[in-house]
């Protein structure tokens, strides 16, 4: 019984983890997209700022 139990728990935790790490990796991926550009404008800015002091 504690074997089967343990067995159970490690892939219910691990199908957790599975699908968390997954929906971490579109999350990141998403904000990416839609960072990528003000960090562009961001990194204008700054050299712009730079090119005035």
Known sequence: MDTTL???M???IGSITFIG???ILIIFK???NQL???NRKY???ESTF???V
Do not use: H, Q
């Open 50 to 52: 730079k090119k005035n």
């Open 6 to 8: 343990i067995l159970i």
């Open 21 to 23: 790490t997954i929906g």
């Open 43 to 45: 990194s204008k800015m």
């Open 30 to 32: 998403f904000r990416k």
């Open 10 to 12: 490690c892939i219910f």
């Open 36 to 38: 990528y550009v003000p």
